[in-house]
């Protein structure tokens, strides 16, 4: 089996990570979604505001990278959300609840402790393709 890097042509070339990863590889039936922050794809800068427009960031973040891989948020099959204040769990839950609303796919929720940038809340996942 080969991966393969998967390209998402909607952020602009500053905007890319400067870490070395890729947003998403492709492996047999899986994509891999490495954690997405809440960066506006269109701008390259972190998102400003609470947890709620953090976390719909990151979904949405999560959202276009799958679909640059051909895959969907319904394919989801594992999330994990990195999140710097255990507090927030409800409120996270709350806006999750508006990107999986049925047949929930299994996650972990993990408090830690911070990122080297200005934002409370990072989402990852492995979907099917």
């Known amino acids: 089996m080969e991966k393969q890097i998967v390209d998402v042509p909607k952020i602009i070339p500053e905007g890319r990570p400067q870490t070395p990863l890729s947003l998403a590889v492709k492996a047999g039936d899986f994509v891999f979604v490495s954690g997405q922050p809440p960066t506006d794809f269109?701008?390259?800068?972190?998102?400003q505001g609470?947890?709620?427009?953090?976390t719909r960031q990151c979904l949405e973040n999560v959202k276009t990278v799958l679909e640059a891989a051909g895959s969907s948020m319904k394919?989801?099959?594992?999330?994990?959300?990195?999140c710097a204040n255990a507090a927030h769990f409800q409120r996270v839950n709350a806006i999750y609840r508006q990107y999986f609303t049925e047949d929930f796919p299994a996650r972990t929720f993990v408090t830690v402790g911070s990122w080297p940038g200005g934002f409370d809340i990072e989402i990852e996942c492995i979907a099917l393709v």
Do not use: M
């Open 75 to 82: 394919k989801v099959v594992k999330v994990q959300v990195l």
């Open 42 to 47: 269109a701008t390259g800068e972190f998102v």
């Open 50 to 54: 609470d947890i709620e427009v953090q």
